[in-house]
Each structure stands twice: as structure tokens, then as C-alpha cells.
């Protein structure tokens, strides 16, 4: 990660462990301490190396293994050790990073942690041949997650950029990084240096990679293909596939009378697959074995809404709901295997139908977390997509939605720059965190209190470090001010929205004085 | 209005005029006619004048009107005439203006708007001597409406930048515009000015003036003093006032106990008279003086939350609704009074507890016009809390809220640029875009649903023209697109996300052509 530019405001923030019941259990977090001495713990995922192109194999001696090609496979995943009852390494981490997200030692138990992984309704992505990413939890009853989306395309981008922008988006607070690149040459070496330098769990749509291997020939996209690049991936460390495997022949017809039919990337390449030979989706056919293969690496399987709405128009319709409902399905069979599996989600979708949205998908998939792209509420302001989509984003997982798959403002229109990454990441990590406090997570709304005793004493670097985007935030302030209030020492107690004469938070002193408050 | 500059795509965009029942009734709209010969018709906000400093006076001889000074007095405002059962222009000109907004020639008739406003659940703002402003109504029943902030402050921004963001809030939608300047010398030219060139009307909250008459001092800020700026605004035709007659003394001791207390800076202002002087707000007690200008004038009553929640911990606390209910005591008084009015409100709110804001307010002020500054619906994001607020925002706005006050990225930190008043307005016209998706307006699907042909059918250009902010949009894609994309002739069938290979859109075509659509 490149060193961040030097402060030019106070923040006084380190590195700092909780540890658990074992050594090799340290929970990073950046204890910040506040002018006035009071401290905040930040939920952090930038990972603990000081070279940020590799990561400490921190899970290495964490499970049971056994050998597999030049590398590893479970003998049990997080679902079977959660169903036989045992906490494992992984959900006694993941207990300590809930609990001490936002402040609170008793919020999350490991047993806590455990139940949910056990019952399917939350999910620890995490490949044992990714011993770098540590564990984090997806599932409606812990804190929201927001995942970035990174990757080239054959027309932009390149191998340095796309880790830059994994950096980006560490720096930024991705709780997982999908990379989605296609039509490059070295697709593995990339994927490679994203997974050593990877702090957090990385998903792929592996059918992307299987088309780049039959030169984007859809009638060479056979099978036996499709499933090696499966195997490949999840023996290199991949810890989530997206997998359109409820796409079946059956929806197609509903989804052809859209507006905007199919706008998902790999929904597309299965309906081609199928339309063009005339056969069933095969990773629907041949679902058994995918779920051999995520077992044996212990890789989520996240199910892709192939047939997710590509506008308002489309949003809730017969092959929306369809395909959930098949998904739902295939979520029982993940959980009968021992697979951990999540659901994918929309897309576009008015704000009036964003609620039954969450309700659907509980019914049908059993409460399986739900993962959502946005929803974008309208579909006419490309270049603000990251705005449009946050809002059906933040109200969506206050109704339960687990992730939220981040859109940039180049969404519809290009591929994002890293300064779209960032801006995305921001984006959702305020919509992630609205959602929680409207789930009333315990300590949530800490951070925010300490921002407004910052606000009320005019104390202006604790609100820039309390702040999702410090350095942006001090930019903004200090375009208007005076240069004498640069220094810590002279904190002005006005800025220059109101100007000194008018700013009612120091009139606020005489009203706390006239009623004998603090 | 500064020239557009030169379009590098095609946008085929001419202004076009919908006619009432006589010649003087005539409602500008924005006629656009894609590549494919769709034609939309878009609400407009610019005015009808080629010099964006003066707008013609299209309301000079609507109403009977007496001399007042150099101004002119109502004889009856629209609420006066509304409950007497007559169809004034300015209804007729708004039941076109909404109507049509969306597309639909029978959505609202002018009788619809003449109840709204007679049973005081809508308002048209528009004071007798601003005849340039355009009718338009505020209202739960009809599309949700956006006001931009602009104004100068003692240690930031100038005349002409002031100018400058009314434009830039014209050119981008902003359907009321206030002007906060404070503490500058010129503020009556200013102000002036502002009028002559503002099609849309226009706010202000006059206490800040007159302590500006008072040089600052709140002992010197008298009734009398207060009572002649109100005149003389009045007088000079601004179209609402914020008048926070609402927080009266028994509130005070709840706003002392919160972080935050008062951050409203007409609220503070109020409420340090009060403190200091040890009398009751001078609004409330002189509250039908008040009533008796604005009904000269036909002003409207903006009627204030001085005690707006200033972070999440103060929300919804019996300092902010005990104020609600006083301002719905107040708001019975300004419908008897024959003055029209709305009700400003929060501020920052949780997402569980925005749609209880709404029904609160309803309860309290009889469904009169609910008019929200967001809410933002976190505190930890300064620098993008024209987002944060854009959240609450939509949502409460699909819930009944009829006016947003927009929030720009410089809210908590600094004076609004020029291109802050640009992101705050594109990011509030989406909001209220959503909110009126959400809400269910005839027709407010179409130009979505236009986009969505656009994208299906690669019409890049028309895409643009659809945008929200066209030349953003074509900015972004352009970025990464190959050169020869940039003719009208060439639009490619695909955009640097997915690449050529990878374009699902156009895979598309396939499905349809497999089940015989279109």
C-alpha cells in the first residue's frame, strides 16, 4: 500500500491486538485517540505486513489439511466444524472483530458466531490456501459488509493498476474484493499477486476465466473446461465463486421479454451456453460437483441472480423471482454438503419494492445472507450511480441484507479508476454503516457521538480523524480558512460556513450555561 | 446564465411551450427527441430569458393588486382563493407544469391543485412583486421538489460567485432557491439581483439580516427591527421565509441537555434572544404581525425547526417534537390567516426512525407540506454527506415529504462552491427522482424506462441526453472509449467494463431472436 501523503492535521492512530484464548489469535485493530484523550477502536482490514504486496499467512496452522497438488485441502469446513458444534480458530476471530467493531467485549460470543455459521444464515469465506485473509463474517445479525469489485479488461487497466486498486480499496475498508478481470493474458499471476497481497477474502466469477480459456468461443465453453478453471481457482486460494447456477432454461423466456433482458456478465455467458447448444445451464446440472470442489477448499459459494434487473422496468419480475427461487434450492443443497453459500441480489429496483426485495429472498433461501448490488432506485443519472445505488444499498441491508457490492461512479459507463474505487468504498462503507445503526447494532452509534462532541467543543482534527475520508474531509475545511488555524493550538470555534459571528454551536455555550448543563 | 459549452455528443434539446386556457399561460418545458425520434418533454426550471440576469415578469397582470410604496400589495393570496373555490393562473400554470412533468396531459387538473391548496396540504410560493417566479407547487400529492442553498458569508464568497450558484442551480434543477447570505454589506442589492434573475422562487430566513442590522448584537435585535426586516423582504419580493416562531422557551432546557443543542443558526439567533433578554421567542409572540406581512405579499411561511436534531444521539428527542407540535398549533394560525405555509424538519435521523418523522409531522401539522433538510443518517461522513443525507432523503421523501432542502459534500466543513451547489442538486434531483418513482407518479417511469431502451439498444448519445448530468455521463465513458467512438455514426456496441468480448447487452440480442421478441 503506498505510504499515505503526511498529515497535515493531528491524528493520533496505531496498530493494536485484541488477542483470544490462543497465541496465534490477535485481532488487529487502529485504536484512535481523540485530543481529549477519550479512544475508539477501528474495525480495520488493511491486513498487518508492512509490505503491502504480501500479506502474514496468519490461518496457516489453523485447520486440519491434507496435501492436494502443490497445495492444500480442508478435511472439514467452517460449516461442518459449526454443525458437529466446535468453534473453530476462525469463529472465535470473528467474535472478537464483531465485538470489538464498535466498542462492545460481550456483543458476539464464538458460540454466537458458531450457531449462525451452523443454522446457514452467516458465512466465513475464507479458502485454506488463502491463509492471508482473515476471517470476517457475512450474515444479517452481525455488522453490514461492503465488498469492491476490481479487475481489467482487455480495453483498460493493466496488472499495476489493478493492485493499486486492491490497495485502494483496503485502505478504503473492502470487507472482501471480487476480481472480476477478463481478456487479459496473465489472469493467474495477477490473481496470484491479488491473493498474497490480500488481507480479506477474495471472490471471482470463475466462468469469466473459463471463456478467456476457450478464446470466447461460447460453444468451446464446455464442461470439463469450466469445471478445471473451477478447480484451478479454488486450489489457488479464491475464497468465493459466483456461480449463476440458478439460471435455468425454464426463466429464459421471461427473461427475453425484458427491456434489458440479461445485463449480468456471467448470467449471460450461461444463457448463451444454453441457448446456443440448447441444453440446461450446466452448473446447474452439474451443481454435485461444484459442490465437491468448494468443499474441498472450504470456498463459499456465492449463488450469482444471473437474471438480476438491468432497470426499474425489469425489477421483480417472473425471472427475477424465478431464478431466486431456484436459488433458494441450491442454497439447501450447499448446506446439506457442508458448503457455506450466500445469495446474490439486485441490481435495479424502486425504492417502494427494495423492503420485499430482502423479504422475498428470506423466504426462498431460507435466510442464507443476502448480498446485494445496491439497488440502484433510478436508472437516469449515470456518473452518480454510486449515489443511486447506495440509497436502495443502505436501505436494503437495514431490512437485513448482509453485503453490499459496492458500485463507482462509473458504473454504466466505464471501467472505474482507482479514484473511483475510493469514492465507491466511502460510499458504501456510510450506506453499510447507516444499516447498522438502523439495526441498532450495540455501539454502533459511538463514533458518531464521539463526532458530535467533536462538533459541539470545535474540536476540528478529532472530527477529520473520526471521519470515513480524514484527509478529504481537513482538505474541504481548510480551502475556506485562514492559514492561522492550522496548527492544533488555534482550533477555531467557527468555520466558514456560518463565519465567526454566526455559528450556533458557540451560541449553544450560553444556553448550556443558562440551564447549569456540563 | 453562461453559454453550455459546445456538446460533443448529440443531444437534440429545444425549449417548447404547453398553453393553458389563455394566451398568458404558457409552461416552458425542455422538448427532447432521441436518435430514434422518442420524443420526452422535461420539466425545466431555466426560465424563458436569453439574459440569465433578467427574467421576463410573466406573472406582472395576473392578480388584483394594490400599491404598496414602490411595490405592490395582494388583495387575496392563493389561499385565500382556493377556499373560496377559484382556479387562479398560477394553479392552472402548476396542474400543466406537474402534468406534464411526467409526461401524462391528465394527471393533475387545476381543480386537483385548487383542493391541495385549500385544504392547506400545498403551497405556491409566490410573493406578488417577484413576478419573474415561475408558478410551482410543494406538495405530498404532486413530484417531489428540491431547494438549493446559496449565499455568502462573512469569510467566504462574493457577488457574482453568489450569482454564479443561482445559475448553477437553475441549470441543474433546483426548484427553490434560499438565499442565506449573511454578514456581507450589499445584502438587499444581492438579494436584488437574485430576484430579478430567478425563475424559481425564492427563500430566505430574515432574522439573519436583521441581526445583520443589529451589527451582531443580540441585545439590538428588537421586534421592531425584526418586523422591518420582514417588511422590507417582504416588500421586495422574496417568496418564503423561514421564521422560527416554533421554539418557544419551554424547549429550551431539552435542547441545553443534548450533544449538539441548537445547530439551526435562525434557531440559535432566536433562541439566544431569548436566553439573554429572558423573554419568550418574539416570533411566536408577535407570531400574527408576522402573519399580516406575508399575507401583503403572499409570502409563504417556511415555518422553521429551530431544534432540527444536529447528529443521530438528538434525534427525535422532545426537543425536536415538542417544537413540531408548537409549529402545528402555528400552522392552523397561518391557514386561518389565509397565509400559506410548510414546515421545515430534520436534519439527522436514523434510517429505522425517518418514516416515524414523517408521520409525526403529519400528525401534528394537519398534512401541511413537510419541507426536510435530508436527513442525514450517519455523522462520521463530512465531505460526502450530500450522500448521507441523499439516504434520508429519498426515503423520506417517498414517505410524503413534499420539498428536500439539498445538502452539499462541503456540509459541516465549509461554504458551498459552485460546483458543491452542482453535486448537492444532481444528487437531490435523484433522490426526489426515486422518491417520485417510489411514490407511484404517472409516468414517472418514462424516462427511465427510456434510458433502459437507450442502453439496450447501445444509444449512447441518447443515454447522455437522458442523464441527469449529460455531460458527465459522456465525460466518463469517453475516458476509456477509442477515439473513433466519437461520432454519431459509430456508437459501439459495447463500453470499457466489459470490453468488446464480454458485452452481455449485446448477447442479448440472441436470446430475443432464440424466443422471438421484438
Redesign the interface.
Known amino acids: 500500500m503506498p505510504k499515505p501523503s503526511p498529515k497535515k492535521f493531528c491524528v493520533n492512530k496505531v496498530r493494536t491486538y485484541i488477542e483470544g484464548s490462543s497465541q496465534d489469535i490477535k485481532v488487529p485493530f487502529e485504536k484512535l485517540t481523540l485530543s481529549n484523550d477519550e479512544t475508539l477502536l477501528l474495525y480495520t482490514v488493511k491486513g498487518q505486513s508492512d509490505d503491502p504486496r504480501q500479506m502474514p499467512k496468519i490461518r496457516e496452522n489453523w485447520q486440519s489439511k491434507e496435501a492436494s497438488a502443490n497445495r492444500f485441502k480442508v478435511k472439514k469446513t467452517q460449516l461442518d466444524y459449526a454443525k458437529e458444534g466446535k468453534v473453530t480458530k476462525e469463529m472465535e476471530y470473528v467474535a472478537i472483530r464483531e465485538s470489538y467493531k464498535y466498542g462492545n467485549e460481550m456483543a458476539f460470543t464464538p458460540d454466537d458466531v458458531k450457531n449462525a455459521i451452523s443454522r446457514g444464515v452467516a458465512v466465513i469465506p475464507a479458502n485454506i490456501n488463502h491463509p492471508e485473509a482473515e476471517p470476517m463474517i457475512i450474515g444479517t445479525d452481525f455488522s453490514v459488509k461492503v465488498n469492491a469489485n476490481i479487475g481489467a ?4 487497466s493493466n496488472f499495476d493498476e489493478e493492485i493499486s486498486k486492491l490497495h485502494k480499496s483496503l485502505e478504503f475498508g473492502a470487507d472482501t474484493v471480487m476480481d472480476l478481470s ?2 487479459i493474458k496473465d489472469l493467474t499471476s495477477l490473481r496470484e499477486a491479488i491473493l498474497r497481497a490480500s488481507p480479506v477474502p477474495i471472490g471471482t466469477v470463475p466462468v ?1 476465466e473459463a ?1 478467456d480459456r476457450a478464446h ?1 468461443d461460447i460453444n468451446a465453453l464446455t464442461w470439463d473446461l469450466f469445471k478445471q478453471t473451477v478447480i484451478d481457482q479454488a486450489r489457488q486460494g479464491v475464497d468465493y465463486f459466483t456461480i449463476h447456477a440458478g439460471l435455468v432454461s425454464s426463466l ?2 421471461h ?3 425484458r ?7 456471467g ?3 450461461m ?2 451456453c444454453m ?2 447448444r440448447d441444453e440446461e445451464n450446466m452448473a446447474y446440472t452439474h451443481f454435485d460437483e461444484l459442490l465437491e470442489i468448494c468443499h474441498d477448499y472450504d470456498v463459499a459459494l456465492s449463488l450469482g441472480d444471473g437474471l438480476r434487473p ?5 425489477a421483480c419480475d417472473k425471472a427475477q423471482y424465478g431464478e431466486l427461487e431456484t436459488i433458494g434450492k441450491l442454497a439447501s443443497r450447499c448446506y446439506d454438503a457442508g458448503v457455506q453459500c450466500f445469495i446474490e441480489g439486485p441490481g435495479h429496483v ?3 419494492r427494495v423492503e420485499e426485495n430482502q423479504r422475498v429472498q428470506e423466504k426462498f433461501c431460507h435466510h442464507a445472507p443476502f448480498y446485494t448490488l445496491g439497488p440502484l ?8 450511480d ?3 445505488s ?2 436502495g444499498g ?2 436494503i441491508a ?1 431490512y437485513g441484507t448482509a453485503m453490499l457490492c459496492y458500485v463507482t ?7 472505474p479508476t482507482p479514484d473511483d474505487v475510493k469514492t465507491g468504498l ?2 458504501y ?3 453499510a ?3 447498522d ?4 447494532l450495540p455501539g454502533a ?1 459511538l ?3 464521539a ?3 467533536a ?2 467543543e470545535f474540536r476540528w482534527h478529532d ?2 480523524a ?4 480524514p484527509d ?2 481537513y482538505e ?2 481548510k ?3 485562514p492559514d492561522e488555524c492550522e496548527t492544533r493550538g488555534h482550533q477555531p470555534s467557527y ?8 455559528c ?2 458557540r ?2 455555550r ?3 450555561e ?2 447549569g ?1 456540563k
Not at 427491456?259 to 456478465?265: E, F
Not at 468555520?495 to 454566526?502: K, L, Q, T
Open positions: 479488461s482487455s480495453l483498460s477478463t481478456g469469466y471463456l470466447g429464459l423466456p427473461a427475453a421479454r427491456i434489458l433482458g440479461i445485463v449480468s456478465r448470467g449471460s455467458i444463457a448463451n441457448v446456443r438491468g432497470c426499474l422496468q425489469d424502486p425504492l417502494d432506485v433510478t436508472d437516469i443519472a449515470p456518473g452518480y454510486h449515489i443511486t447506495a440509497i443502505s436501505l437495514s461512479p462509473s458504473e454504466h459507463l466505464a471501467l466511502i460510499t462503507k456510510l450506506a454503516h447507516a444499516a445503526l438502523a439495526k441498532n452509534i463514533r458518531d457521538n463526532m458530535a462532541r462538533r459541539a472530527q477529520f473520526l471521519s470515513l475520508d478529504h474531509a474541504v475545511w480551502s475556506q480558512m468555520c466558514s460556513m456560518c463565519g465567526p459571528r454566526f450556533p454551536i451560541l449553544n450560553f444556553l448550556q443558562k440551564y448543563v
